[in-house]
Antibody, heavy 121, light 111 residues
Framework: EVQLVESGGGLVQPGQSLRLSCTAS????????VNWVRQAPGKGLEWVGF??????????EYAASVKGRFTISRDDSKSIGYLQMNSLKSEDTAVYYC????????????WGQGTPVTVSS | QSALTQPASVSGSPGQSITISCAGT?????????VSWYQQHPGKAPKLLVF???NRPSGVSHRFSGSKSRNTASLTISGLQTEDEADYYC???????????FGTGTKVTVL
């Protein structure tokens, strides 16, 4: 069974940083992309970015709203994906979901329960 | 890349069929057969219902079906049930620069 568990969310002040983790189980983590989606309170879903698997360049793509501030990384030996968020803004307040994304696929077939991030002074 | 446009709400009675539209452009929905649909109950994570326009993952009810015509995709729920009351989001691949775009979301109410 595919399981994704996010952690690391919390309350931070504008301009600060936060790192989220996504611990995976039930599948070979290294064969998949690390993908993040967020949902602001009462709003819709927004794609944040993904990191390709190492055997396919291992490069990342990001939404324009987070490019240059957010960085996705991975530790395949531990089956953990990360989302490093710097220079946080109030508009980054959201529940952050880690999802499974397969190479060559264009849909998210596994989701974690999400971790909330609040950016406020 | 702008969000895909969905109706804010759709409602129906138990047993009826409803259709949710997802309007995009020739750069996303119209350009690729990579539309997916997700169901989200309150306080829960989204769940994949349909991928690649009209394919269902194993375990998803046949009451959910997807289609596409030009720049608009649709999700039809047949034989509406109370447990179908949830928010529904479409998503499309949109190219290399911004690979994924979601719809604005539709709240389905079972009367």
């Amino acid at each position: 069974e595919v399981q994704l568990v996010e952690s690391g969310g919390g309350l931070v002040q504008p301009g600060q940083s936060l790192r989220l983790s996504c611990t995976a189980s039930g599948f070979i983590f290294g064969d998949y992309y690390v993908n993040w989606v967020r949902q602001a309170p009462g709003k819709g879903l927004e794609w944040v970015g993904f990191l390709r698997r190492k055997t396919y360049r291992g490069t990342a793509e990001y939404a324009a709203s987070v490019k240059g501030r957010f960085t996705i990384s991975r530790d395949d030996s531990k089956s953990i994906g990360y989302l490093q968020m710097n220079s946080l803004k109030s508009e980054d307040t959201a529940v952050y979901y880690c999802t499974r994304l397969d190479y060559g696929r264009n849909y998210f077939d596994g989701w974690g329960q999400g971790t909330p991030v609040t950016v406020s002074s | 890349q702008s969000a895909l446009t969905q109706p804010a709400s759709v409602s129906g009675s138990p047993g009826q069929s409803i259709t949710i539209s997802c309007a995009g452009t020739s750069s996303d929905v119209g350009a690729y057969n990579f539309v997916s649909w997700y169901q989200q109950h309150p306080g829960k994570a989204p769940k994949l219902l349909v991928f690649d326009v009209s394919n269902r993952p194993s375990g998803v009810s046949h009451r959910f079906s997807g289609s596409k015509s030009r720049n608009t995709a649709s999700l039809t729920i047949s034989g509406l049930q109370t447990e179908d009351e949830a928010d529904y989001y479409c998503s499309s691949y949109a190219g290399i620069d911004t690979p994924f775009v979601f719809g604005t979301g539709t709240k389905v109410t079972v009367l």
